[in-house]
Structure formats: C-alpha cells, structure tokens
C-alpha cells in the first residue's frame, strides 16, 4: 500500500474526513494569504473589507470579529491600521452611545472596488478544479456542515 491509498483510505472516516476539510481550508487560506500580499492585502484584512462590504459598509467591531471568526482583539487591531491608513473610521452608534461603528470611507470603497476583480479572479483559479455541479453540491454540503456546527458554537462560548 502506498501513502496516497493509505491516506484515501483513512478519508473515510470520520477523522480522516474532518482532517481533509481542514487541510483544505488551511490550502486555501494560505494560497490567498500568498495571493493577496501581491496585491499588499492582507487576509485578515480582505476578511474585514468584504464583511463590510457585504453588509452595507457599517458594523461594530463586535459583529466584525463575529463574522471573520476572530478574537475581537486581533480585529482591533487591524481596524487600527486600516483607521490610520484612512480607509476606515470610527463613529459613535447611533443606537447605543457606548458602541461604536466602523464605517468604510471614500478611499475603503476605493480599495473595496480595487479588491473585487482581483477577488473574483482568485476565486476562479481558485475553484477552477472543479466544473460547476462540483462548486455547487460543495457549497450545499459547506453550508450544511455551518449551520449544524454554529448553534454548538454559539452555545458553548455562551453567545
């Protein structure tokens, strides 16, 4: 027996299969780690924008951290950075005066706008492995594994 059947063989259970998914999103997560610095973004910070964008350009840190499945200090600190370069900033909530938003600005929408083509085409490559049915049936079963997996998650940190 080789490796490669060994490992195929231990894919089939269920450890092997958790293992396979998360070598996956490590592959890919390092791929567009790698991808985006040619474009002098960070991955973490492409996270933000695109939480963001998607959600009309406004949201507490909380939500962000939330969203992006990351410690709301490491959050924090990134949203600094992008506060000094201009491309977001801070502004009191106008639903509780001790929250605050970060909002995109002119320049974020500027950059959001620069980072979508080069987003999309990622995304492409990134997928070009697979024909659409693939993508698709991988999405549902994406999907699926979330939404058993966030009410467990939710329950046990006590949110």
Not at 9 to 31: C, F, H, N, Q, W
Not at 73 to 95: F, Y
Request: positive net charge; contains cysteine.
């Amino acid at each position: 027996m080789t490796v490669s059947e060994g490992s195929r063989r231990a894919d089939k259970t269920p450890l092997g299969t958790l293992l396979s998914i998360m070598m996956s999103y490590e592959v890919l997560a390092r791929y567009l780690e790698v991808q985006l610095k040619r474009h002098d973004v960070s991955l973490i910070r492409f996270n933000i924008m695109s939480t963001l964008f998607k959600n009309g350009g406004e949201m507490t840190p909380s939500e962000i951290a939330e969203n992006v499945f990351r410690e709301k200090n490491s959050v924090t600190a990134v949203i600094n950075t992008m506060e000094r370069q201009g491309v977001v900033r801070r502004e009191p909530s106008s639903e509780d005066r001790r929250s605050v938003k970060v909002v995109i600005t002119e320049k974020g929408w500027k950059e959001a706008n620069r980072l979508n083509p080069i987003a999309q085409e990622l995304s492409r490559e990134a997928l070009s492995c697979m024909d659409r049915g693939q993508v698709e049936d991988l999405v549902g079963m994406m999907r699926t594994l979330r939404e058993s997996l966030m009410p467990k998650i939710t329950k046990n940190s006590g949110k």
